[in-house]
């Protein structure tokens, strides 16, 4: 029985971590204004007949704060590249050098910088349902434990802990998005 409770916390835990590594992931595709060369990470790029991702055909970096630099392994792969930056609605315009593309990151207007946030707020909410998700799926672990014998008890200090840790991941996410917020809105 004591095996079940650890297997029954360790789950959820770990479902709760996966929920605020996701939330971090989704959050490095929001910019802040700032070049930063993962904000590029979801491309994928016509290569040779298969999409692949930008970074398996290409070196991106950040030349300074406001440009992003793609330097393509094969010079026949930079029309592809641009093609797909152009398509992938993240609203850049890279520009051909016949060498790399350059991307230069505008400047955020004041309602732009409003809409990231709101963005990053739904991520948030994201977060948290699945948080939420996870504490439901141990609760009815739960449950099923005490119809097998477990003690009622026992059963409520479970589930207590189940919430000390759904409180815990929920206060990490809102943590995770006052750090984005605040990057959003510094000018």
Do not use: C
Request: net charge negative; proline share 3%; no cysteine.
């Amino acid at each position: 029985m004591e095996e079940e409770i650890d297997f029954i916390l360790e789950t959820a835990e770990e479902s709760m971590q996966a929920s605020v590594d996701h939330l971090n992931k989704e959050l490095t595709k929001i910019r802040a204004g700032k070049a930063n060369p993962s904000m590029l990470d979801g491309i994928m790029v016509e290569y040779y007949g298969a999409n692949t991702p930008l970074s398996q055909v290409a070196n991106v970096g950040t030349l300074d704060a406001r440009t992003i630099t793609v330097q393509p392994w094969e010079k026949a792969t930079l029309e592809p590249i641009e093609r797909a930056i152009i398509n992938s609605n993240l609203g850049l315009n890279p520009q051909n050098n016949g060498e790399m593309i350059l991307i230069n990151v505008p400047q955020l207007t004041e309602e732009r910088r409003k809409e990231l946030v709101k963005q990053t707020k739904a991520e948030g909410e994201h977060a948290k349902v699945s948080i939420r998700n996870a504490r439901k799926d141990a609760n009815d672990e739960v449950k099923k434990l005490q119809k097998d014998g477990l003690a009622e008890d026992q059963a409520k200090g479970l589930e207590e802990e189940v919430q000390e840790l759904t409180n815990k991941f929920s206060a990490r996410v809102d943590e995770v998005l006052e750090v984005k917020e605040a990057d959003i809105m510094k000018v």
